[in-house]
């Protein structure tokens, strides 16, 4: 009787920390990103960095270009990127996973973080956001694609 009741309260705080840390999570965003939702929209900043080299600043052509719509498992994802005087400024999401709660918690955490890489990266070689594998990878094939028209 004393190890049941011993691996109840047990459980039951292992179930409340989890609970507990799962509620509390928060992120940090570089203030000189803007981030807007719906559609997940970052800009590059306007101030406080420097310009893109001459060498960033030739590589794509100025102009807006969807990626291709990317299965993420739990969802589709599909970016736009903006390319102004021949870098890359903005990254939105025009789909992310958001059917499930979990996946919507994974994109609201991911999101941000993987626009303002591609930003500082000027590509879409950023790294995977660590438990977002499926909406990283969905992103990162869809911002390729969105820049191969950006050179062409």
């Known amino acids: 009787m004393k190890k049941i009741l011993v691996s109840t309260v047990l459980v039951g705080a292992i179930g409340l920390y989890v609970a507990f840390q799962s509620s509390s999570t928060s992120v940090t ?3 000189d990103t803007t981030v807007v939702h719906p559609g997940w929209s ?11 080299t001459k060498a960033l600043a030739t590589r794509y052509k100025d102009g807006t270009y969807t990626g291709d719509t990317v299965d993420a498992y739990y969802g589709f994802v599909q970016v736009q990127a903006t390319v102004q ?5 903005k ?5 992310y996973t958001k ?7 994974l994109s609201n955490y991911a999101t941000p973080i993987l626009v303002q890489e591609a930003i500082k ?3 879409a070689r950023v790294d ?3 438990g977002a594998t499926q909406t990283s ?6 911002l390729a694609s969105a820049l191969v028209k950006a050179k062409s």
């Open 42 to 52: 970052a800009t590059a900043p306007a101030s406080g960095s420097a310009p893109p």
């Open 91 to 95: 990254v939105a999401f025009l789909s």
């Open 121 to 123: 990266a000027q590509s």
């Open 99 to 105: 059917d499930r709660e979990h996946s919507l918690e």
């Open 29 to 31: 965003v570089n203030p």
């Open 128 to 130: 995977i956001v660590s």
């Open 85 to 89: 005087n021949g870098a890359l400024i």
């Open 137 to 142: 990878e969905a992103f990162i094939q869809s």
